[in-house]
């Protein structure tokens, strides 16, 4: 019979020319500097060993209610706007106050890709009086296919970045319109979806782009499962903590991280909120400016003091991410310089052993 210490280490041996399924060795990471330098192609100019990396241990920036720009005093009152607010919308004032305080980003779809964004937080509106379906935050902004079409036709071009996409609200929806959109999602991306799994574990850069796979799309409706490209809720936590207070919120998103689970991504969603009543007592102000501008510097503190990884921090939202030529982005997607690949290992070759204990039990029992 084998001495079992030299079957495992033949079988560890083999194992690195022939990795288990979401299992994988990562080589020690190389001295990186600046990541973001060029913030079109960051995903493709990682270091070699980072594109072997889950993406659930990566630190990926995401824009908040990302589709706003389109937001103005001339849009109308979408079905998520507050009652009141819908009742009194004939008065061009509440208008202008609704739009100071629904848009949350300035930049346009291709904008934001060009920033460095790869996450986008999608809140859908079907609109019976035109028959289309927009993004909407109180009231309604941008047709939603114009803005699909675009980030398929940014990834043709840039064939190793990759995009994630949270269906994550969903308004005058019915089984045929969410029937609908989503074969819209599927005629518009196509071979580019990455087909729903229940580990991470493979979902790499690296595996992505051998596999031309550049889209994961979120669907948080009971209709996820009815497809396999579209990812479940439980795969990517994202508690909203529902404050104006930022060190109560900085404070939730530590405890956050510090309770997140290790096997799925996470969103951390680095926002502010205003209440009805917080709107109404500043009405000559904005929401960039009460919930951006002003949050600045604590934000990017907050995001500096964090590390990626295992239990680390992973998709960060933001709104108006693009303050301070880009800031924002820059600073998360930097964070991937501290990943610390050799404690990843130790949980990567924890899976090897394990794998290699259960196959010597099927060939020694």
């Known amino acids: 019979m084998i001495n079992n210490s030299i079957f495992y280490l033949i079988l560890i041996g083999l194992t690195h020319g022939a990795v288990p399924h979401g299992v994988m060795v990562i080589n020690a990471p190389t001295e990186v500097k600046d990541l973001a330098t060029d913030l079109t192609n960051w995903m493709t100019l990682l270091p070699a060993d980072l594109q072997k990396v889950p993406i659930n241990y990566l630190a990926i920036p995401g824009s908040h209610d990302s589709f706003t720009v389109d937001i103005s005093k001339d849009s109308n009152v979408s079905p998520d706007g507050v009652d009141i607010l819908k009742k009194l919308e004939f008065l061009t004032v509440v208008k202008d106050v609704m739009a100071n305080w629904s848009k949350t980003q300035a930049f346009n779809v291709v904008q934001q890709l060009e920033a460095g964004i790869r996450f986008f937080d999608l809140r859908l509106c079907f609109d019976s009086d035109d028959g289309h379906f927009h993004f909407c935050h109180s009231l309604y902004s941008t047709e939603v296919y114009g803005v699909l079409r675009n980030i398929s036709s940014y990834l043709d071009a840039h064939p190793q970045e990759v995009v994630i996409l949270d269906c994550q609200h969903f308004y005058n929806f019915t089984t045929e319109t969410h029937a609908e959109i989503i074969q819209a999602l599927k005629d518009i991306f196509g071979s580019k979806l990455v087909p729903y799994q229940s580990s991470m574990d493979s979902i790499t850069l690296e595996n992505l782009a051998k596999a031309k796979q550049q889209v994961l799309v979120i669907y948080r409706d009971m209709m996820q499962s009815s497809q396999d490209f579209l990812w479940s809720t439980n795969s990517f936590p994202t508690p909203w903590y529902d404050t104006m207070d930022s060190e109560q919120l900085i404070s939730n998103l530590n405890n956050g991280l510090a309770d997140r689970p290790s ?13 009805i009543e917080y709107i109404l007592a500043h009405l000559l102000s904005t929401l960039k400016q009460k919930c951006a501008l002003d949050f600045e510097d604590a934000r990017t503190q907050w995001i500096s003091a964090q590390k990626p990884g295992q239990y680390g921090v992973n998709i960060v939202l933001g709104d108006f991410i693009d ?19 050799k404690e990843l290992n130790k949980g990567f070759f924890k899976k090897v052993v394990t794998f290699v204990k259960n196959l010597e039990t099927k060939i020694f029992s």
Do not use: C, E, G, H
Request: aromatic share 6%; proline share 6%; net charge negative.
């Open 263 to 275: 096997d799925t991504a996470y969103v951390s969603q680095l926002i502010l909120t205003p209440p």
């Open 323 to 341: 303050l301070s030529d880009d800031l924002f982005s820059r600073s998360v997607i930097n964070l991937n310089s501290k990943l610390d690949t």
